[in-house]
């Protein structure tokens, strides 16, 4: 089992830029592959980046390629992901996820992780 918990959310106005962080506890000595989902009012989650368990491998949202970056510290067991030019269709609950493995991939369907943290509001006003 391992635990997740993002951190970093807040409001900031439109242009502005936040971080995020995912911090994993637990079984941290496997090897996981982590992705961040958000999930705006009244619609689906949907995936806004991942990346792979080495690290070599990220992959993100269209409308976020250019202003998000995603990245990971496999010594603090954490995986960031840094905003940039946030815009307010931005505004969501962002969650981390997480998911045991081996294979050099990125996941991006929810149905894909197995473990997920409580989620954190992000808000970006016009």
């Known amino acids: 089992q391992v635990q997740l918990v993002e951190s970093g959310g807040g409001l900031v106005q439109a242009g502005g830029s936040l971080r995020l962080s995912c911090a994993a506890s637990?079984?941290?000595?496997?090897?996981?592959?982590v992705a961040w989902f958000r999930q705006a009012p009244g619609k689906e989650r949907e995936f806004v980046a991942g990346?792979?368990?080495?690290?070599?491998?990220?992959t993100y949202q269209d409308s976020v390629k250019g202003r998000f970056t995603i990245s990971r510290d496999h010594a603090k067991n954490t995986v960031y992901l840094q905003m940039n030019s946030l815009k307010p269709e931005d505004t969501a609950v962002y969650y981390c996820?997480?998911?045991?493995?081996?294979?050099?991939?990125?996941?991006?369907?929810?149905?894909?992780?197995?473990?997920w943290g409580q989620g954190i509001l992000v808000t970006v006003s016009s």
């Open positions: 637990g079984r941290t000595s496997s090897t996981y592959r």
């Open positions: 990346i792979s368990i080495s690290g070599r491998t990220t």
């Open positions: 996820a997480a998911r045991r493995g081996i294979l050099e991939v990125v996941g991006t369907t929810p149905t894909e992780y197995d473990y």
